[in-house]
């Protein structure tokens, strides 16, 4: 059982950073898909961003290409999402996610596909 804890949400205005933290518990894997993902209210959970921890291949949704960057430090086993240029249509609950058997590289940006989720963490962006 993979254990995931966000940090790093926060409020902030248009054009502002962020940076979430994803902390890991340790998992025997060699290689596996991380991803953030996030759900606004009234809205279904989205990808935003993967990748594959053997590798580091990345994919990212088109509203954020550009913007945000996922990056992983596997000695720490922590997931990192750097937001910047933020947008009021940020904002949502973001979390990270698991896929312990992708089939494929780059790693999907479905949610179903992902196993392991953490408690999420808010950024709210204004205007």
């Known amino acids: 059982q993979v254990q995931l804890v966000e940090s790093g949400g926060g409020s902030v205005q248009t054009g502002g950073s962020l940076r979430l933290s994803c902390a890991a518990s340790?998992?025997?894997?060699?290689?596996?898909?991380m991803g953030w993902f996030r759900q606004a209210p009234g809205k279904e959970r989205e990808g935003v961003a993967t990748?594959?921890?053997?590798?580091?291949?990345?994919s990212y949704a088109d509203s954020v290409k550009g913007r945000f960057t996922i990056s992983q430090d596997n000695a720490k086993n922590t997931l990192y999402l750097q937001m910047n240029s933020l947008k009021p249509e940020d904002t949502a609950m973001y979390y990270c996610?698991?896929?312990?058997?992708?089939?494929?590289?780059?790693?999907?940006?479905?949610?179903?596909?992902?196993?392991?989720w953490g408690q999420g963490t808010q950024v709210t962006v204004s205007s």
């Open positions: 996610a698991v896929d312990p058997a992708p089939i494929f590289v780059p790693c999907t940006t479905a949610p179903g596909a992902y196993d392991y």
């Open positions: 340790e998992y025997a894997a060699s290689s596996y898909c």
């Open positions: 990748i594959y921890t053997y590798g580091g291949h990345t």
